[in-house]
Nanobody, 117 residues
């Protein structure tokens, strides 16, 4: 599966952005898709995930109530709606796919989100 992320940009604190990640290739074998982020000088961290066949979602505590992950299976696309953005949300955001239930092994190229305070 190949992943193409988009939607990043510069936004003021309190603003919103919507990230998109389009999957192509063997999308019939997707178990879950997720978003991760890596801030400058920090480790990559989990943000949110959604399973592909049902409606289960999970979020990092730091984004609960502000971010919403959703999917459009017909378009093989996952979205991350980010509201009430904070300066600490500044990072490169990566989408990833878990094809087997064993973990996220395929990654997109990343899209940069910068939140100015």
């Amino acid at each position: 599966v190949q992943l193409q992320a988009s939607g990043g940009g510069l936004v003021q604190a309190g603003g919103s952005l919507r990230l998109s990640c389009a999957a192509s290739g063997r999308t019939f074998s997707v178990y879950a898709m997720g978003w991760f982020r890596q801030a400058p000088g920090k480790e990559r961290e989990f943000v949110a995930l959604t399973n592909w066949s049902g409606s289960s979602t999970r979020y990092a505590d730091s984004v609960k109530g502000r971010f919403t992950i959703s999917k459009d299976k017909d378009k093989a696309t996952v979205y991350l709606q980010m509201n009430s953005l904070k300066a600490e949300d500044t990072a490169v955001y990566y989408c990833a796919v878990d094809q087997t239930g064993q973990g996220f092994r395929s990654w997109g190229q990343g899209t940069v989100v910068t939140v100015s305070s």
